[in-house]
């Protein structure tokens, strides 16, 4: 089959168009802004933990940077301010060191019962 010059045309005016936009949304890109910081909650005594995750590395659940019992897992706000352990974590709280009791969140909502005023950094002593 032979290729007819206004076909070819238009293969090559799409290709041009498409690399030019593609070069256009890399230069204009303010690029991604990623969040590395989120909360944690020792699920017993309801403290809660600010983990910065350019210094920090953590597998969850987490352990208590002052006890070493893995006892904290992740928690956000709501838009009216209220802490709840996310709903893809719910099923972290099985593998809570042996002995942690759950009273600080509701094991069947995720809510948060009782927490502390503000955040601490996490910083390990173990």
Same mark, same amino acid.
């Given at each position: 089959?032979?290729?007819k010059?206004?076909?070819?045309? %238009?293969i !090559?005016?799409?290709?041009?168009?498409?690399? /030019?936009?593609?070069?256009w949304?890399m230069v204009?890109? +303010?690029?991604? $802004?990623?969040k590395?910081?989120y *909360?944690?909650i $020792? !699920?017993e005594? /309801?403290d809660?933990?600010d %983990? +910065?995750?350019?210094?920090v590395?953590? &597998?969850?659940?987490?352990?208590?940077?002052? *006890?070493?019992?893995?006892?904290l897992?992740?928690?956000?706000?709501d $838009?009216?301010g209220?802490w709840y !352990?996310?709903?893809? +974590? &719910?099923?972290?709280? *099985?593998?809570?060191d042996?002995? %942690?009791?759950?009273?600080?969140? +509701?094991?069947?909502t995720g $809510?948060?019962?009782n927490q502390?005023a503000?955040?601490k950094?996490? !910083?390990?002593k173990?």
């Open positions: 089959m032979k290729v010059p206004w076909q070819m045309a %238009v !090559v005016i799409g290709l041009v168009v498409g690399v /030019g936009s593609m070069i949304q204009n890109s +303010d690029g991604v $802004d990623l590395h910081q *909360t944690l $020792d !699920v005594s /309801g809660l933990f %983990v +910065d995750s350019t210094k590395r953590l &597998m969850l659940p987490a352990k208590h940077p002052e *006890t070493g019992r893995v006892a897992v992740r928690v956000a706000k $838009d009216k209220r !352990v996310i709903p893809r +974590d &719910m099923e972290l709280l *099985t593998q809570l042996e002995g %942690v009791n759950v009273k600080a969140i +509701d094991a069947e $809510d948060v019962l502390a503000s955040p950094t996490y !910083v390990r173990w």
